[in-house]
């Protein structure tokens, strides 16, 4: 490898510096890209971070977007922990357990765990948005069984709407999964394989894949949960004070 991580994150920030508009060069296609892969941009990312992994993606450098993104949530990890508890006091037994399930090396405890916390945080979120209570919303829309439930899609537009008027703090995260699907949410019919490292929700929590305990699997749980909880509360705050106003 020539050059080190830190070096192309360099040559990233140094091209930003040349655009007329930051953000309007970027291929949002690696943005969906990035999500499939099971990793997820959001505010609390800076722009080397945000810019780098999607330079490494854009060069078919797959394990090093791996490498990228393992390297930043082994490290903030106990952190990311730690504000989940201050927000979600109500389930802190519950992010106790799953912190020491990873931390423990417990993968195949601690990625259910994750996306259990993820759908409780995503509920929470999308209710306190649109003010009225709806469950599993970002886990089961376009799915057959939400005809017997026609609110769904009315949420699902309306969610959509909100999304693209107020956009999120960081504009990498615009077009990531809140209201699309990918591989980590996405109908386990459509799934190819069952790769210990094609996380699923789904083919997880119902026994349908027996080897995705791993550490790469469970810090992509972790990313997504922190994406739900970072870019759902930042969205909730952006509509809150355009109503002061």
């Known amino acids: 490898m020539e050059n080190s991580k830190e070096e192309f994150a360099e040559i990233i920030i140094e091209s930003i510096k040349e655009m007329k508009d930051r953000w309007g060069k970027v291929d949002r296609k690696l943005i969906n890209d990035l999500a499939d892969m099971g990793w997820f941009l959001n505010g609390s990312h800076t722009d080397k971070f945000s810019y780098t992994a999607i330079y490494l993606l854009s060069e078919n450098e797959y394990d090093r977007v791996d490498s990228w993104f393992e390297e930043y949530y082994s490290s903030q990890a106990a952190e990311i922990f730690q504000l989940l508890v201050k927000k979600y006091p109500e389930i802190k037994k519950m992010l106790s357990d799953a912190e020491k399930c990873h931390f423990q090396e417990m993968y195949f405890a601690s990625i259910p765990l994750f996306f259990i916390i993820a759908e409780f945080i995503a509920n929470k979120g999308i209710n306190e948005i649109i003010g009225s209570e709806q469950t599993n919303f970002i886990f089961n829309k376009s799915r057959r069984g939400l005809k017997k439930k026609p609110g769904t899609l009315v949420v699902s537009h309306y969610l959509r709407g909100v999304i693209e008027r107020y956009s999120f703090n960081n504009p990498f995260a615009t077009n990531a999964p809140i209201y699309s699907e990918h591989t980590i949410n996405i109908d386990t019919k459509s799934l190819q394989?069952?790769?210990?490292?094609?996380?699923?929700?789904?083919?997880?929590?119902?026994?349908?894949?027996?080897?995705?305990?791993?550490?790469?699997?469970?810090?992509?749980?972790?990313?997504y949960l922190d994406f739900l909880d970072i870019e759902l509360r930042s969205l909730k705050f952006k509509i809150q004070s355009e109503t002061k106003e």
């Open 193 to 223: 394989n069952n790769s210990p490292f094609e996380l699923n929700r789904h083919s997880v929590l119902h026994g349908m894949n027996n080897i995705y305990g791993n550490k790469l699997n469970s810090l992509k749980a972790l990313c």
